[in-house]
């Protein structure tokens, strides 16, 4: 099975510009997990879809907003970019239970906003 | 709400050497722990997992992990450091009861010199 793939794997953009990250979960897999890494916070959740719905949300501005398509793969888009969004995002996918489940990670996008 | 505290920034150990990553948690219930390693410029990848039962998992790459409930913690273990196994773990802790997200520690990067 191929892993959860993810597009594309570097990005610049200037600050107020917006983005548009993709994820593509293993085959089966019905939750995507997207995440925010930085030195400084370490791992944070920003969202998690199931099933075409957000199931979870973490503590992000709303700046930052994702959906999910009927395929289950994801999108995540952050608009106005702020030098603060530079990050990997990592997406990750699961079959069902978010937290009962191993979570199955992306390689990233490196976001780097000038 | 669970919280995950990694004490040790950075580990450096001499290939062949016996590792052990520390990896304290606070949840008021029985927790769901995961320990993820990451390589440079790549996703996150398991290790193990801590759902029930035997406390003493076993994992891939020679890793084990050890939940102790008295003392809060699930701290990882290698007999024997391969320079291969420099990279950044993350241990995280996940709640039994309902769909909520993983919460990460700040991670613990291991260098390997020889």
């Known amino acids: 099975k191929a892993g959860v793939t993810q597009t594309p794997r570097y990005l610049i953009k200037t600050r107020g510009q917006q983005v548009t990250l993709s994820c593509s979960p293993i085959?089966?897999?019905?939750?995507v997990s997207w995440y925010q890494q930085t030195p400084g916070q370490g791992l944070q959740f920003l969202f998690e879809?199931?099933?075409?719905?957000?199931?979870n949300k973490g503590n992000f501005p709303g700046r930052f907003s994702g959906r999910q398509f009927s395929n289950s793969r994801s999108e995540m888009n952050v608009s106005t970019l702020e030098l603060g969004d530079s990050a990997l995002y990592l997406c990750?996918?699961?079959?069902?239970?978010?937290?009962?489940?191993?979570?199955?990670f992306g390689p990233g996008t490196r976001l780097l906003v000038l | 709400a669970q919280s995950v505290t990694q004490p040790d920034i950075h580990i450096t150990v001499s290939e062949g050497a016996s590792l052990e990553l520390r990896c304290n948690y606070s949840?008021?219930?029985?927790?769901?722990l995961f320990w993820y390693v990451q390589s440079p410029g790549q996703g996150l990848q398991l290790l193990l997992k801590y759902f029930s039962g035997d406390t003493l998992v076993q994992g891939i790459k020679g890793f084990e992990a050890e939940f102790k409930r008295s003392q809060s913690s699930f701290n990882l273990r290698k007999p024997s450091v391969h320079w291969s196994d420099a990279a950044e773990y993350f241990c995280?802790?996940?709640?039994?009861?309902?769909?909520?997200?993983?919460?990460f520690g700040k991670g613990t990067r291991l260098s390997v010199i020889a």
């Open positions: 995280a802790v996940g709640s039994y009861s309902g769909n909520t997200p993983l919460v």
């Open positions: 879809y199931f099933s075409e719905t957000q199931r």
């Open positions: 949840y008021g219930a029985t927790p769901y």
């Open positions: 085959s089966g897999h019905r939750s």
């Open positions: 990750a996918s699961t079959l069902d239970q978010l937290n009962q489940e191993t979570q199955y």
